[in-house]
């Protein structure tokens, strides 16, 4: 069984394109950051969000970075944050030394509770401290529930900057996800629908935001012929062989979305007589996951007492790449000092869910082998 190939999580798929592109910014001498295959990048995914303005960036956490600077935050601000999402969406608050609040999630998309939004805006104002922005996550591709976070944020005016890093291709009410906000952003990292290798982007309808999100990323040159600053920047640029290997993804974006959500219901379909595991899945039909990760939660009292962390461990041994969902950001260390609302919904999903293996290339036989040996470690 060891000399199975590795069925990866979550791995990049070249759709057999991008090599044109990148040949072509050869043959170009167009080895740079920025250039034209990161300006016909933008123009895909203005055309895929519908989106008015966008800013290609050396990733998403730099995209955040960049949305809390152009929105103000600075030492002894505080900002709202999901707390369920990997620490990404949380690091850059620090980096501005600003303060975040953890809000947990609600149940039925794991994503920030609105509810617990609200309490924690009140009492934070009631303390003298109203947050100075609200990051929403949009969780392995599945939509907040933005209407309800959106209709809370503008009645306190707070500014939204949505984190749609995992939901490239998502949906709620038929916008696209990345678009409710003052501000969203995209991750291409390796392991994403799409990939640029590493990369990311700054998307809005504001074109003074990602007009100063590209003078930021680019070190805040000034316009004049010789190196003039007069703010602080960044080297966060997309480089132009990046943009190129985005370029080619594009072509294949409807087919990879697709595959995403096929694999979901593969394996909502196979796992469906094992009564111990639940799945993330849309709670209407207002919500369109991209399903970038198929995730479970396996009931421990149904597995002969197997935990999850025991049964991804067996994978491992079958050359199964699974993971464990995130760990929410308020049990994190480098965050216990942190104030966060909230009430067990989060932790309790990260206690007992896994991630199965959701690639775009990932085999009919691949997927059935993992089904299969689900069955036959928790119906054992």
């Known amino acids: 069984m060891l000399n199975r190939k590795l069925i990866f999580l979550s791995t990049p798929h070249m759709s057999g394109r991008e090599m044109l592109y990148i040949e ?11 250039g034209a295959n990161v300006e016909a990048f933008a123009e895909d995914l203005k055309r895929i969000t519908g989106v008015g303005y966008v800013s290609c960036l050396s990733s998403g956490t730099a995209a955040i970075h960049l949305a809390l600077i152009i ?6 601000d505080e900002v709202i944050c999901s707390s369920f999402t990997f620490s990404a969406s949380a690091n850059p608050i620090v980096y501005q030394k600003a303060l975040p609040v953890f809000i947990d999630s609600e149940p039925s998309t794991w994503n920030l509770n609105p509810a617990i939004l609200e309490e924690a805006i009140k009492d934070r104002i009631k303390n003298g401290k109203k947050p100075k922005a609200i990051i929403a996550v949009d969780l392995y591709g599945m939509p907040a529930r933005l209407d309800e976070i959106m209709e809370i944020a503008n009645r306190y005016e707070i500014p939204v900057i949505e984190d749609a890093a995992e939901a490239i291709g ?3 009410n038929n916008q696209p996800c990345g678009t409710f906000g003052e501000i969203g952003i995209l991750s291409f990292n390796g392991n994403k629908a799409i990939t640029t290798s590493a990369g990311g982007a700054f ?6 935001y990602c007009k100063q999100a590209y003078f930021l990323s680019t070190q805040a040159r000034d316009d004049y012929p010789h190196y003039e600053h007069t703010e602080i920047g960044y080297n966060y640029r997309m480089s132009n062989i990046c943009a190129a290997i985005g370029r080619g993804q594009m072509d294949v974006f ?3 979305i697709s595959k995403r959500r096929e694999n979901f219901f593969f394996y909502k379909e196979a796992l469906k007589d094992i009564d ?3 799945f993330l899945e849309e709670p209407d039909d207002r919500f369109y996951s ?3 990760l198929t995730t479970i939660l396996i009931d421990p009292k149904k597995t002969n007492g197997d935990t999850p962390e025991q049964i991804r461990k067996k994978l491992e041994k079958l050359n199964i790449e699974t993971r464990s969902l995130w760990k929410p950001m308020h049990l994190q260390p480098v965050f216990k000092d942190c104030p966060a609302y909230v009430d067990g919904t989060s932790e309790r999903m990260f206690n007992i869910g896994l991630c199965l293996p959701s690639s775009t290339c990932i085999t009919d036989a691949e997927r059935q082998f993992v ?3 689900l069955h036959d470690l928790i119906l054992k």
């Open 24 to 34: 072509d910014a050869f043959r170009k001498n167009q080895i740079f950051p920025n």
């Open 71 to 76: 929105l103000g935050v600075e030492q002894g």
């Open 170 to 172: 998502s949906k709620f």
């Open 203 to 208: 998307i809005s309808n504001n074109e003074e």
């Open 254 to 256: 409807e087919e990879r």
């Open 276 to 278: 111990s595991i639940t």
């Open 290 to 292: 991209n399903h970038w």
């Open 371 to 373: 089904a299969d040996s």
